[in-house]
Each structure stands twice: as structure tokens, then as C-alpha cells.
Nanobody
Framework: QAQLAESGGRLVQAGGSLRLTCALS????????MGWFRRAPGQERVFVAA????????YYADTVEGRFTISRDYARNLVYLQMNSLKPEDTAVYYC?????????????????WGQGTQVTVSS
């Protein structure tokens, strides 16, 4: 059974950095595009970043472009989200997910499976 497990979320001060990790298991994720989404309190889950397994292309939400970086370690079956210059509005539960859809997508329904999420809290 495919499993995604996020880790690395914690409380951090505004302006700080954090790296989230998503561990992949139970399925050959080598042919999956991988994405990160987040859900802030009282809001819907929204797209953050995506990484293509073909050539390593990336795609970011405007709100995180230039501050966040998605990357992947195929040998260790890990996906990372490096977050720099964090802002209080980045506070959310962060989820990683896999997609078999051709091309990078920001649509959450294009992704399956999903992890359980990790909480990131940015204090002002």
C-alpha cells in the first residue's frame, strides 16, 4: 500500500527557514510527479509546489515563488520542501501528494495518494 509520510514541521519565527521531508513507500513513485499543498486554519487546501519526475521541472504558487524550493532524492525515496523567509501567513498543515497526471498540475484532485500532513507555525 502506498504511503507518504511528512515530517519536519514545527514552530519557527518569521524570517526563518524550515525543510519539510516526505518519505515515500509501498509503491514505485519514480514515475509520479510530486506536489506539496497546504491548508491554513479555516481555509481550503491550496497548491504550493510541484516537481516533475521527467527532467525535474518545478512549478510554484505565486505566494511562495522565490522563497520555497521543491526537490527530490530518488535513491532515498524522499521529497523535500525547503522554505526560506517564512511569513506568518505560511502557517498551515503541509501535505505531500503524488500525481500520475501528465505534466505538472496545481489541482488537488489530480493527486493521489496523500500524506497525513505536518504542522508548520510561523510566529511574528
Amino acid at each position: 500500500q502506498a504511503q507518504l509520510a511528512e515530517s519536519g514541521g514545527r514552530l519557527v519565527q518569521a524570517g526563518g527557514s524550515l525543510r519539510l521531508t516526505c518519505a515515500l513507500s509501498g509503491r514505485a513513485f519514480d514515475t509520479y510527479n510530486m506536489g506539496w499543498f497546504r491548508r491554513a486554519p479555516g481555509q481550503e487546501r491550496v497548491f504550493v509546489a510541484a516537481h516533475s519526475y521527467t527532467g525535474g521541472a518545478t512549478y510554484y504558487a505565486d505566494t511562495v515563488e522565490g522563497r520555497f524550493t521543491i526537490s527530490r532524492d530518488y535513491a532515498r525515496n524522499l521529497v523535500y520542501l525547503q522554505m526560506n523567509s517564512l511569513k506568518p501567513e505560511d502557517t498551515a498543515v503541509y501535505y505531500c501528494a503524488g500525481s500520475r497526471r501528465a505534466g505538472l498540475t496545481a489541482v488537488s484532485s489530480d493527486y493521489d495518494p496523500w500524506g497525513q500532513g505536518t504542522q508548520v507555525t510561523v510566529s511574528s
